[in-house]
DNA sequence: AGATAAGCGAGACGGTACGTCACGTCTTTGT
DNA sequence: ACAAAGACGTGACGTACCGTCTCGCTTATCT
C-alpha cells in the first residue's frame, strides 16, 4: 500500500464540495469583469455564488487570493508555442496573442491583480508562479530555438531578450499608453529584432 | 484690471496655511516610505501632520492624491538628459538612473502609485502627466538626437524605440523579476541598441 | 474662573449629538419590548436609531449596555414613597407597584436584563447601581419609619427584612411561578409582617 | 408480547451508545464550572467528549439542554427532608442547605441557567420540572408537618410562605446582594417564622 | 474698529466592508 | 443504524477606514 493510496484515501468527514468551490470562482470571475477587483466584495461573491462568507474565508485569505484563482480559471491551457519555424513569426504572432489576451474582457482583470500585487506579496507570488512563469517558458523556447538555428544572437542574456518583448506590452497596459494592436506589435517585434542603430 | 490680478488679489478670509500644507505632504511622504500607499489611512496623515482630516480632505479628493502629491514634492527637478554625445551612452545613462530610481526608497512608492493607478483613473492621469510624460521626454530628446547624427534607424517608430528602454524596466519593477542594477541595464540598452538578430 | 467654568467650557470638536443618542436609545426601547433582548441585534438598533454600527460602539461596549440605558430612560422618577402612615399600608402599595411593574410591559425587559446579568458583570453592576439601590432605598425609609414608631422588630435586620418583600417578588418574576396580582402583594405582605408561627 | 418487551428488543442498527451520551454530560459539567453556560461552546463540548457535534444535536436540542441534564446529573439524589421535629428546625437546615448549594461550585451554574430561562422557556420548563419543583416539595412537607403540630398559621397560604423562604435566597443568588452563609440562613428563618411587626 | 469671510484642529457621525465566530445541518467514511 | 469528522449556509459580531459634518478658534480683508 503506497504513499499515494494513503494519500487519496478518502478522510474522515464530508469532503470539500466542488460544486462550492466552482460557483465561488464562477461568482468571482463575473464579478471580476463587471465591477472590478476593488469594488467587488466577499459578500457579494458569497451572495452570488450561493455559498457563505466563512466558506470562503475558509479555503481563501482574502478575496484576492479567490481572484488569482478565478482569473487562472478562466485562462484556459493557453499561450500555446506558436513554432512557426522563424524566432520573428514565433515572437509576432505570440505578441499579437498577448495584446490580443490584454485587449479583451481579462485584459484589465490582468491588469489590476498586477496592480494588487504591488501591495499584496501573495498574489504577486501567486502570479508570478502561475501566469509569467508559464508564459516565459513559451518564449524561452522560442529563443533557444532561434539560438540553435543561427537566427539570433547568442551573446544576448535569455532573459533580456524577453523582457524587450514582454516589457513593452506590460508598460502599454499598465500606463495605458500605446496602442495593443497587431501593428504594434509587429512594430516591436521588428524594431527588437533588428535594433534600433544603424 | 487683468485675471492675475484678481486671482492673486487677496481675497478675504484666511489664507490658506503653506505651513500645513507641506506638513501634510511631508507626513504623507514619511507614511509612505514606512508602511507604504496602501496601509497608510488619512486619519494617520492628520495626526502626523498636526492637520485635520477636514482640512486634508478640503485640498485633496482622498489619500490617494496627496500621495502622487508627496511622490512628486521629493522627487528632485527629475531626471536631466545626459546628452553624451552618442545615443548608447545617453541611454545607459539614463537607464542606469532609472534603475536607481527604482531600487531607491522611493521605487516601492511609485510602483504602488501604478499599482493604484491600475484601479483610480485619476491616479493614472496625475502620473501620466506628472510623471511618465516628462520623463519620455528626455528620452525623445535622446532619440531625436540619435537620428539626427545618423547613429539610429529613423524608420522605427520613437514611441516603440522607446519603449523598448523604458518597457523592460517597469516590467521588472512591477514583477520583482530581473535584476534593476547597472550591469542589467547595459544589457538591456545593448540589446535594444544592436537588436537581437544576428 | 471656577474649576466647574473649566469643566462646562466646550471642548473642542464636534460635540455628541443628543439627537443620535436619544435616537438609539428610544429604537432600543422599542425592539426590546418588540422582540426581547436577545434577539435584538445592534445592526437592527443602528437602522431604526438612523445611527451607525460605530457610533453606538463608540458609546456603548455592547448591545447590552444600551439595552439597561434604554430600559433606565423608559422608568421615570418611579417608585415613590407612599408614606400611608403604616409599615403595612407602605409596604403593600409599594409592593402592589412593584407586581404592577413586573407584569407591565417592562417586566419581561427587566427579567431578561437580571437574567443577562448573570453572565455579563457589568449588566449586574448597572442593574445594581441604577435600578435595585434606588428601590431599597424606598423600602429603607419605610422600614425606619416603622421602626420608629414601634410598629416594627427593631431586632430583625433591615436588609433582611427588605428581602422578605422584594425577594419574593424576584422569584416569582424569574421562575414564572406563582401570581403577581394585588392580591399575592397583600397576602405576602400579611405574612410578612406577622410571620408564620402561631 | 409485552409493551416493555417491544421497547426492550434490540431495535435494528447500532444501539445508542451510553459511553457517548455520558462523556457528553461529564463534558458539558466541567465546562459548565470552568468557562460558564454562555461561554461553552456545542464544538467543545464535542471535542472534550470525544463525541461529534451531530450526535449532541441528534439527542439534545441545543447546548442549554444539554446543559440543564449536566446540571442535574451533578446534583445527587438532592434536597432531603430534614425532619428535625419543628418547622423552625427544618427551615433553618434546609435554607442553610440552599445557601450551601448557591455558594458551592453549582451555584453560579445554578444562577446562569435560571438567567437563561428568562430567554429560553423549554430551560424554564425543565428547569422548573426537575428542579424548583420538588425542592418545593419539601418544603411543602415540613409546612404540612408543622401546621399539623399547631406551630404555624393555618390560615397563610402554603405557596407564600414557601417563598418567603426561597424568595429571599434567589433573590441574593441573582443579585449578588447580601451574604449567603449560615447566619444569613437563621436570621431569614427567624424573621419569616416571627414575623416583622412586634 | 467692527463686520465679514474663510481656514483650521478636533472629533463625532453615517456608511460600508472586513474577517471571525458560533450555530445547527448535512454528507462522507468507518464500525 | 450509529458515530466521528468536518464542510457547509446563516447571521451577528465588533473593528477599521472612509469621507462628511459640526464645533470653537484664528487669521485675514473689507467697510
Not at 496592480?115 to 501573495?122: I, K, L
Not at 543561427?150 to 551573446?155: F, I, P, V
Not at 495605458?176 to 504594434?184: I, K, N, Q, W, Y
Amino acid at each position: 500500500m503506497s504513499v499515494e493510496d494513503t494519500a487519496q484515501r478518502a478522510r474522515p468527514g464530508r469532503p470539500r464540495s466542488e460544486q462550492s468551490r466552482s460557483a465561488v470562482v464562477r461568482a468571482t470571475s463575473e464579478l471580476l469583469h463587471e465591477i472590478g477587483l476593488r469594488a467587488m466584495t466577499t459578500e457579494q461573491i458569497a451572495a452570488r455564488s450561493g455559498s457563505s462568507k466563512a466558506t470562503i474565508y475558509k479555503w481563501w485569505p482574502n478575496k484576492y487570493a479567490v481572484a488569482v484563482d478565478a482569473f487562472f480559471s478562466e485562462m484556459q491551457a493557453d499561450s500555446p508555442d506558436p513554432d512557426t519555424g522563424s524566432a520573428r513569426g514565433d515572437f509576432t504572432i505570440w505578441l499579437r496573442g498577448l495584446f490580443h489576451f490584454y485587449t479583451g474582457p481579462s485584459g484589465r482583470v490582468f491588469a489590476q491583480l498586477v496592480g494588487e500585487a504591488q501591495f499584496d506579496p501573495e498574489v504577486a507570488d501567486e502570479l508570478r508562479d502561475g501566469l509569467i512563469r508559464t508564459r516565459r517558458a513559451v518564449l524561452e523556447a522560442v529563443w533557444d530555438r532561434g539560438v540553435e538555428r543561427g537566427e539570433l544572437r547568442a551573446d544576448v542574456d535569455r532573459d533580456v531578450a524577453i523582457d524587450l518583448i514582454v516589457g513593452p506590452a506590460l508598460y502599454r497596459l499598465m500606463t495605458s499608453r500605446g496602442a495593443l494592436d497587431d501593428a504594434a506589435a509587429d512594430a516591436i517585434v521588428d524594431a527588437v529584432i533588428r535594433g534600433l542603430s544603424r
